[in-house]
Nanobody
Framework: QVQLVESGGGSVQAGGSLRLSCAAS????????MAWFRQAPGEEREGVCF?????????YYAESVKGRFTISQDNANNTVYLQMNSLKPEDTAMYYC?????????????????????????WGQGTQVTVSS
């Protein structure tokens, strides 16, 4: 099992920044792909960004966050970060970290088509981000 714990959420005004953290523990060797999802009340879950930690530097960003959000990792601490800049009220949501094991071919699929076609095995409890105008 892999346990994921998110932190760093909060309230910020539009234009501000937040950095979310996702600390992984347990059998972290069972996952080589990390992603951030978000879900606003009454909305479907949206895949925000992705990183294939198995190598090749593969990443994916949803169009809605491209150029504003950055996913990164700290291997020494088994932590993945989501740096969110130029936040907008429409970024308000519960943010979830997720992990799974996938092949490089599957990771290329995510880069090409997004996160809708991949199931993630491990999920955190979520952290709330609220952006006020």
């Amino acid at each position: 099992q892999v346990q994921l714990v998110e932190s760093g959420g909060g309230s910020v005004q539009a234009g501000g920044s937040l950095r979310l953290s996702c600390a992984a523990s347990g059998y972290t060797s069972r996952s080589n792909s990390m992603a951030w999802f978000r879900q606003a009340p009454g909305e479907e879950r949206e895949g925000v960004c992705f990183m294939y930690t198995g190598g090749a530097g593969l990443t994916y960003y949803a169009e809605s966050v491209k150029g504003r959000f950055t996913i990164s990792q700290d291997n020494a601490n088994n932590t993945v970060y989501l740096q969110m800049n130029s936040l907008k009220p429409e970024d308000t949501a519960m943010y979830y970290c997720a992990a799974t094991q996938m092949t490089a071919i599957q990771a290329l699929g995510v880069v090409t088509w997004g996160l809708d076609r991949i199931d993630f095995d491990y999920w955190g409890q979520g952290t709330q981000v609220t952006v006020s105008s």
